[in-house]
T-cell receptor
């Protein structure tokens, strides 16, 4: 069974620090990797996606993918209290539905 | 946003009654999905559709049925609601499956007493 694993947290970081969120997946055929943010009581919203090994940066967010290690991470630089949320990792391949991890809760203290 | 609405947003019902949740999209996305989200389980796929009248089962499809008679609408029916189906239900849409972004609706909170 295909699995996507995330540390449930909570991950607590002070304001201004770097938050590092990690995700591992079991299917070596996975092709696409997504990070969603979900505030309490709200629906998931896309932060970014990555398809190739290496880093992809978008503002304060950097996604890192290492297919050999079956590992994807999300770095949030200069963390803000507004970044406090649950972060969902999703993994997919063509023709099959995305598989979501259970999410990591991030708490940023001011 | 993908222009996805869900109705109702909140519903309380009794065990044994049928319930239908509606998802409506304005983006003309081919794929539509129904998920449920529960503490400790994350998002779990119930059913998805890849076109009008074309649907397939997901991980937790027992007790649920779906229908898609128009591109923009995807209905989820609980044939005889049980307390274990108390959950938050999310609809999502996307242009492709597996490699394309999914966009989520606002969710429906269903309570089965």
């Amino acid at each position: 069974q295909k699995e996507v694993e995330q540390n449930s947290g909570p991950l607590s970081v002070p304001e201004g620090a770097i938050a590092s969120l990690n995700c591992t997946y079991s299917d070596r055929g996975s092709q696409s990797f997504f990070w969603y943010r979900q505030y309490s009581g709200k629906s998931p919203e896309l932060i970014m996606f990555i398809y190739s090994n290496g880093d992809k940066e978008d503002g304060r967010f950097t996604a890192q993918l290492n297919k050999a290690s079956q590992y994807v991470s999300l770095l949030i630089r200069d963390s803000q209290p507004s970044d406090s949320a649950t972060y969902l990792c999703a993994v997919g391949q063509a023709g099959t539905a995305l598989i979501f991890g259970k999410g990591t809760t991030l708490s940023v203290s001011s | 946003d993908a222009g996805i609405t869900q109705s109702p947003r909140h519903k309380v019902t009794e065990t044994g009654t049928p319930v239908t949740l509606r998802c409506h999209q304005t983006e003309n996305h081919r794929y539509m999905y129904w998920y449920r989200q529960d503490p400790g389980h994350g998002l779990r796929l119930i059913h998805y559709s890849y076109g009008v009248k074309d649907t397939d089962k997901g991980e937790v499809s027992d007790g649920y049925s779906v229908s898609r008679s128009k591109t923009e609408d995807f209905l989820l029916t609980l044939e005889s609601a049980t307390s274990s189906q108390t959950s938050v239900y999310f609809c999502a849409t996307g242009q492709g499956i597996g490699t394309d972004t999914q966009y989520f609706g606002p969710g429906t909170r269903l309570t089965v007493l």
